[in-house]
């Protein structure tokens, strides 16, 4: 059963800059769609940055709400993936949960609570 373990959250003030790390326990493989989702309570939770790899190549993907602002990486030889957030507002008080779909199967880290506040 993979796991996938995340670091990095916690409370900063906005416009400061924090990053994620979420390692999974497997290797990921050539093909896979790895990233990072949010959810703030009463809502579903939404796509923040992915990046996959196979098939005709890489690719990133972020919800508009973080471009240019948040940056997502991969190391595929410690099969972690990272998001490096910068200029942090308000809004984006969440938890923060690491994703990884692969060979069929989805898995979830246990999230991570980023507080932005004053």
């Known amino acids: 059963q993979e796991q996938l373990v995340e670091s990095g959250g916690g409370l900063v003030q906005p416009g400061e800059s924090l990053t994620l790390s979420c390692a999974a326990s497997?290797?990921?493989?050539?093909?896979?769609?790895m990233g990072w989702y949010r959810q703030t309570p009463g809502n579903e939770r939404e796509v923040v940055a992915t990046i996959s790899a196979g098939g005709t190549g890489g690719s990133t993907h972020y919800a508009d709400s973080v471009k240019g602002r948040f940056a997502i990486n991969i190391d595929s030889g410690r099969n972690s993936v990272y998001l490096q957030m910068n200029r942090l507002e308000p809004e984006d008080t969440a938890v923060y949960y690491c994703y990884l779909a692969r060979v069929g199967s989805i898995y979830w880290g246990q999230g991570t609570q980023v507080t932005v506040s004053s």
């Open positions: 497997r290797d990921i493989g050539s093909r896979y769609v």
